[in-house]
């Protein structure tokens, strides 16, 4: 048992599963508050991603210039998105919400393949934390990853203040669940939808500027981070951010556990197999007929590979073991 | 003097006739077979003209792509009774486009002689077995996906279909991994069952052709009847009311399970015709870029309505089939978002909604004209601008000439054709701010006058 | 409330067999917040009976408890004799159990006639076929067509509903309930925001379709109440303190403190 392997990625995997939760409470904040599910979170995910690159890589100021003015960016566009296209639909159900928001990430693809090319930005971690702030064992843990986790938990502290602390977070908590009565007490909901919106996309284009140098940034990152997140959601349970919490910590230690393992299905059955001391026919390589068959490709298949399709096999079983979700509520 | 009753029951006879004619569409039986037949008609045009000019002077597609069109036009028709009838908005339907392809390509290794019945090969009834496959996978993902309605539903149905397009990547041999699966149409007679060998033969597109759209109108013909059953209707009150439906008996559950079986159903069917026409199925086939072409083509189309999907998909096949630019998707994505919010109702909806209009074009005429005039202006400068943008990404370098939809050559390198074409861009968007008032007036008008 | 008025609160009755519907000790609670406080009640096969409460009493709650949209915390429901309490909406429906609601429910899109031809598929055992063509079928068709004339939206037949009046969804709501052998009528607030004519001609309406069947009523409107019901539940609080005789309850000190409310007491 490498345990440096083993702390190291599950560190990796808690930036990870922290930054997704970034992205997944900036969407269940506006769902709590909206009703809309925003199908277009992760493209403000991307947005904040190719924003950095611009104002980092482009336009030549560094990435803490970025840090905090491309949240802002985002965050106004996503106001903007909300005052004249989502309130414009809200009068046509949730459904027809969410096929705009369905539109509106297709459109900022292409629109950002059209600007930038299909082609990956690269982008370097900066240089002051590049290098590895301490090993274990012989894993080196990188300091960028620990930025990332400081980054996310200062964030989510800061919020947690801002709803519980303020009048501001008082309002926005009872407008969460009762907009009418915040409405009647002469309270402008409208303008707190906006807000909220602004700052649920915020939050996901910040995690799309730290998310940065580890992520491959092309067009079709909100395609890939999109899925994810809505599993994240309703594994958890929608509406629940503490579920959201939870789920996207699963998710995103797992996924990196399976990534950095070099396992396949069948070494890890040969594993067990020695661990209980069976002699096993199977243990030699599948024969052609039998990868012919999905269970040869089954046993085949690399770690790597079940990390892809962990997240949705995760929601499979959720919904049909416990549809709420690990954390939800009945649905209103 | 007759009782209330009576009263009731005499007038109730009066009824009885005018029942049987006035049907959903409001056409009589009568004309709606007609459309059929003529439906028959343009279809047996497509396989003796295809790829060739009708009548001396209509181009006509050719017969793979006229296939492929079929295919797809069927795929929208299942997603319409999902969203249209049914009200159910789902992000992962290609899963039951792409098995259903899958299926047609592993039975199709088995096309000769299946069961030793002589005088019989399968090549006919290939698209059935991807219906048969699309009914088996509804039947198992539906059991646990159509709990529920409305936005969880549609987040379930977008990872369920990520996990079969993640899946396939990872069934490098059996479902070909990233390439797909392929099989070659062998020189084999095309033999029509009990009747006997046709000059026809099975590797030749326009013999395909024939298979697809015999099984298209069938599909076609089939999902109309479905509205107008028990089944069909309840679909359609499940979407209007689903809590009210249980109390008039039904479980909204079991409706909605049915509706999903049904659509999974010609999905697959539509899957099967395309894999029989490409020889092959891919992984791109289960992606969630083609499920949101079947949302696409139906929302466009105009959701509901008969016609929505069928008008969707040809809109869809002429932006990606005729129309010379790589930037389609683009110009799809803006038009799908611009009808989002201001035309939920499709073109079909705007068609319908102005046909009690019609008596009254002269009031149109301006608000409208100039809508539309103002369209094209702010169209023509954005789409100069996006070829221009997408030539400078892909061969900017080389060549500073770009080609917008092949029409006329303007070179990217000068600003001022950056300008111009801005301001031309510019200049529609105002006429259409400045006119918007008239035309939402118009608007309102032909919807009122359109319910009525 | 004040010790005298517990005193006259109706004993809990047994269920006996002639009971449409039969609650005993049924109580709802929402996370903490208790609404309905062991309700005990029994509704005769073929009774008209209304309930009446002041706003926020819990009318719509029970009448959800009983069709089965809310889960009970205690208690259970019999209707016809059968423990419906853990039945789905749908289930309890088919026993013959048939509600309207307060805010009107109907399916906007489809035609008058389509709305009522719903409401008859279950009963005239059409099931979830896919087979059949419902244009075809004539028994239905004249059978939906007769109770929209009972409902007298006859010249609305093909209208969507969705473009109806108010007090013609209404009726068209009574139109869907009264649909199929449904023998025991559950109307939320039939006569809610109507003016007093359009009130008429509903209340006759519900007379002549409901002829025979059990009618379970919620109101506001007193002389709707008094001259429609043969008996009269009093809901406070989540607590019935009256269940007799119109008369009866109108004389009853109890419903008067209830809906006059505290200002009596204070006065003494």
Known sequence: MDWGFITVTLLDGLARGLYYFLVSAGLTLIFSMMGVLNFAHASFFMLGGYFAYIIAQEWGLTFWIALPAVPLIVGAIGMVVERFGLRHVHKFGHVAELIFTFGLAFLLQEFVKLVFGQDTKPYAVPEVLQGTLFTVGDQPFGSYRAFMILVSISIFIGLYLLLTRTRVGMIIQAALTHPNTVSNLGHNVPLIFMAVFGVGTALAALAGVIALPTDALQPGSAARLGPIIFVIIVVGGLGSLNGALVASMIIGILTTMFDASQLSVFSVMEAVANMLGIEWSLLERPTYELRRLMIGDLIMMSTKQVGALFPYLLMVLILIFRPQGLLGKRES | ?452 | MSEALVQQTQAAPRPSGNAAIALQGVEKAFGRIKVIHGVDLEIEKGERHAIIGPNGAGKSTLFHLITGKYSKSKGNVFVNGEDVTHMRPFEISRMGLSRSFQITNIFANMSVFENVRCGLLWARGYGYSFWRLLGFEKALNDEAAQIVYDIGLEARMHTPAGVLSYAEQRALEIGITIAGDNDVIMLDEPTAGMSSSETTQIVGLIERVTEGKTLVMVEHDMSVVFNLADRISVLVYGEIIACDTPEKVRESRAVQEAYLGAALEEEH
């Open chain 2, 1 to 452: 003097m007759t009782t209330t009753s009576e009263r009731t029951y005499i007038n109730a006879l009066d009824v009885r006739k005018k029942n049987i004619r006035f049907n959903p569409a409001g056409l009589p039986v009568g004309i709606q077979v007609f459309m059929f037949a003529m439906l028959a008609l343009i279809l047996l045009g497509g396989y003796f003209s295809g790829g060739e000019l009708a009548f001396g002077f209509l181009p006509v597609p050719t017969h793979t792509l006229l296939s492929q069109s079929l295919a797809i036009i069927l795929f929208a028709m299942s997603y319409n009774m999902l969203l249209g009838q049914g009200g159910m908005l789902s992000f992962g339907h290609a899963v039951y486009y792409g098995f259903g392809g899958y299926a047609v390509v592993y039975m199709a290794y088995f096309f000769e002689a299946p069961f030793g019945l002589p005088g019989f090969n399968m090549a006919p009834f290939l698209p059935l077995f991807g219906g048969l496959m699309g009914v088996i996978l509804a039947v198992i993902l539906g059991s646990f996906s159509t709990r529920r309605a409305g936005t969880v539903f549609a987040m379930i149905s977008l990872g369920l279909g990520q996990l079969a397009y993640s899946a396939a990547a990872v069934f490098k041999n059996s479902l070909g991994g990233e390439d797909g699966k392929s099989f070659a149409r062998d020189e084999h007679p095309f033999i029509i069952p009990f009747i006997g060998e046709t000059d026809l033969w099975f590797y030749k597109n326009d013999t395909i052709y024939l298979i697809i759209a015999f099984w298209f109108l069938i599909a076609v013909i089939l999902i109309f009847l479905f509205s107008r059953t028990p089944a069909g209707r309840l679909s359609n009150a499940v979407r209007d009311n689903e809590e009210r439906v249980e109390f008039i008996g039904y479980s909204m559950r079991s409706v909605r399970y049915l509706v999903f079986i049904g659509a999974g159903f010609f999905a697959g069917v539509a899957g099967g015709m395309s894999a029989l026409a490409f020889e092959s199925t891919t992984q791109s086939d289960l992606s969630n870029f083609y499920s949101g072409v079947a949302l696409m083509a139906v929302f466009v189309g105009g959701a509901g309505f008969f016609i929505g999907p069928i008008l969707g998909a040809l809109i869809y096949q002429f932006f990606a089939q005729v129309l010379p630019s790589t930037l389609y998707e683009l110009y799809l994505g803006i038009i799908f978002l611009v009808m989002v919010m201001f035309a939920p109702q499709g073109v079909a909806g705007i068609i319908l909604m102005h046909i009690a209009f019609v008596k009254r074009w002269r009031k149109l005429l301006i608000p409208y004209g100039a809508a539309i005039i103002a369209t094209m202006v702010a169209v023509f400068g954005l789409v100069v601008i996006a070829e221009m943008m997408h030539h400078v990404q892909i061969a900017g370098a080389s060549d500073p000439n770009a080609h917008p939809l092949d029409w006329f050559s303007i070179d990217t390198s000068l600003a001022f054709n950056w300008i111009w074409a801005g301001a031309v861009m510019l200049a529609g968007l105002v006429g259409l701010y400045l006119i918007r008032k008239q035309v939402s007036e118009a608007w309102d008008q032909a919807r009122e006058t359109g319910d009525a």
